[in-house]
């Protein structure tokens, strides 16, 4: 909404959230806003006060506006039918009660959170059945990544709005398609029906979640062969009808996103009765799962069968680098998984600490250390779980020297020069190699 605020300047943009901590958060008058992500608060700053506002008065700023966006949450759902694989889409039926009831004038309503196929109509009923005003129930999935959401939302590859196929609908993509055309070239803001975009979400981040899956899968195989797995990838990457990207090796995904849409994905398949094609995609997931079990089975090989009162520092927790969100974290597997062999372990991030320290809190004995050098001192092994940036540059042969020996890293992404740290004296381990 910040960027669609700065890119839109004659139209007014209200944030509305019944988070008051997170709204003050987004008001702050020092930018101390709720999330971290790269160049956003630049744009917070460009454009707050003037055409973007943040507020709790959901009540005004439904009656204020002519097109809501509801990006409300929809977990997987813990409980009841489709547990553990359909969305939890109670929070997004309140919020359309919600605007149903605040709203004096016909809305166009825009879905933007991830929602299973076919939930609009759901919307619909609900937001038409007995009402006063006309609602029109659009599609509008994101597909910005974090860590990189600003350049995303300013040059995507595309954007995409679905709407009814009726003259109601084509006038309200044309509205949303407006909105986006104030940066986006036309050419790259897609519609379709409905029912396609809504898919459309959901199959872009299975297709992505199962190359990440793939490509873990010929890691193992190529630790097993003596392949290098980084070789594989970029050769195999270099058919344009395949591409480079997403074929990185590493402790496999994580994140809000991909495992909730693969499940959804699942569920859905299940429920038309697509049973082949909902294990085929089930197991996009048990690779994943797969993969930090792999990394824990190494290091307990490696690590002469016991890891019981070693100490392990895991460097990184963000479930990727730039961002300080673990939701999925392979890291937070891995950390259970330890945590199980009794290793003593401190968690090392610059960005996470606060979320590692709150989705780890049921587990005695963590230690957490934003400084690299204090959370390897005396340490046994190293596993680098996020490829920050900085990784690479730390003084490594001070880190050797502060390590009980024979001193272990355990490079995930494998992003550190393997080489260089053999040479000061470290037993390296790789993924995929
Ligand atoms: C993902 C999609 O990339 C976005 O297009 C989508 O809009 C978003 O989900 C969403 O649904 O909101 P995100 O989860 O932020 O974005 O991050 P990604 O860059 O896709 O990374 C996901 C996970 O895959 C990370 O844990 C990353 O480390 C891992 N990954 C990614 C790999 O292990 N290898 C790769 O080659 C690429």
Known sequence: ?????????????????????????????????????????????????????????????????????????????????????????????????????????????????????????????????????????????????????????????????????????????????????????????????????????????????????????????????????????????????????FLKAGPGFGGSCFKKDVLNLVYLCETFGLHTAAEYWMGVIKMNEHQQERIVSRLFREMFNTLANKKIALFGFAFKADTGDTRETPAGTVARLLHEEHVRITVSDPKALVNARRDLSDLDGIMYEEDEYKAADGADAIVLMTDWRHYPSLDWQRIYKQMRKPALVFDTRNCLDAASLKDIGFKVLNIGK
Not at 28 to 40: A, H, R
Not at 196 to 202: D, F, G, M, V, W
């Open 1 to 245: 909404m910040a960027v669609i605020a700065k890119m839109n300047p004659d139209r007014k943009v209200v944030v509305v959230d019944i988070n008051a901590e997170r709204v003050a958060a987004w008001n702050s008058d020092d930018y101390s806003l709720p999330i971290y992500e790269p160049g956003l608060v630049d744009v917070v700053k460009e454009a707050r006060g003037k055409n973007l506002f943040f507020s709790t008065d959901i009540e005004s700023a439904v009656r204020e506006c002519d097109i809501v966006f509801v990006g409300v949450n929809t977990p997987t759902k813990m409980f009841g039918r489709g547990a553990g694989r359909a969305s939890d889409l109670q929070y997004w039926e309140s919020t359309a009660r919600e605007i149903k009831r605040f709203a004096k004038s016909d809305k166009i309503i825009v879905e933007k959170s991830t929602l299973p196929v076919r939930t609009a109509a759901a919307m619909d009923a609900i937001l038409n059945d007995h009402a006063e005003h006309k609602f029109t129930v659009l599609s509008n999935p994101e597909f910005l990544a974090e860590g990189t959401a600003i350049k995303d939302l300013l040059e995507p590859d595309r954007v995409l709005v679905g709407g009814p196929q009726n003259a109601d609908g084509a006038t309200a993509i044309r509205e949303i398609v407006n909105v986006y055309a104030a940066w986006v070239p036309k050419a790259k803001i897609l519609t379709t029906n409905v029912w396609s975009a809504e898919l459309t979400k959901l199959a872009a981040n299975a297709l992505l979640a199962q190359r990440v899956s793939s490509i873990n899968a010929i890691a193992g195989l190529c630790e097993a062969t003596g392949a290098d797995v980084d070789e594989v990838a970029k050769v195999v990457g270099a058919d344009s009808r395949i591409g480079p990207k």
